[in-house]
């Protein structure tokens, strides 16, 4: 399966942006999708998860109640909705897949798509 990931963007510390990773190739609705960021000089970091089916959702700890993840399977796509944006978000966001089942280490994925850039002003 080939991933992208778009809606990345410049915005002020309290906005909000809405990440979409686009899927081609294979029957997505087997996948589990995660979202993972890299910031500068870090290492790449689980931000959120959902499940094949869209019924088991995580988030990692600095995210709860701000993002959403979610998914529209007869478009192919997973989206991380941001609200609430701090400059510590900040990063290069990064969606990937692997069949059925979610989880946070992002060892685990199989497929990635390119990344897109979320940054932050304060």
């Known amino acids: 399966v080939q991933l992208q990931a778009f809606g990345g963007g410049l915005v002020q510390a309290g906005g909000s942006l809405r990440l979409s990773c686009v899927a081609s190739g294979r029957t997505f609705s087997v996948y589990a999708v995660g979202w993972f960021r890299q910031a500068p000089g870090k290492e790449r970091e689980f931000v959120a998860s959902?499940?094949?089916?869209?019924?088991?959702?995580y988030y990692t700890d600095s995210v709860k109640g701000r993002f959403t993840i979610s998914r529209d399977n007869a478009k192919n796509t997973v989206y991380l909705q941001m609200n609430s944006l701090k400059p510590e978000d900040t990063a290069v966001y990064y969606c990937?897949?692997?069949?059925?089942?979610?989880?946070?280490?992002?060892?685990?994925?199989?497929?990635w798509g390119q990344g897109t850039e979320v940054t932050v002003s304060s």
């Open positions: 990937a897949a692997r069949r059925r089942v979610d989880y946070t280490d992002p060892r685990l994925y199989d497929y």
């Open positions: 959902i499940n094949w089916s869209g019924d088991n959702t």
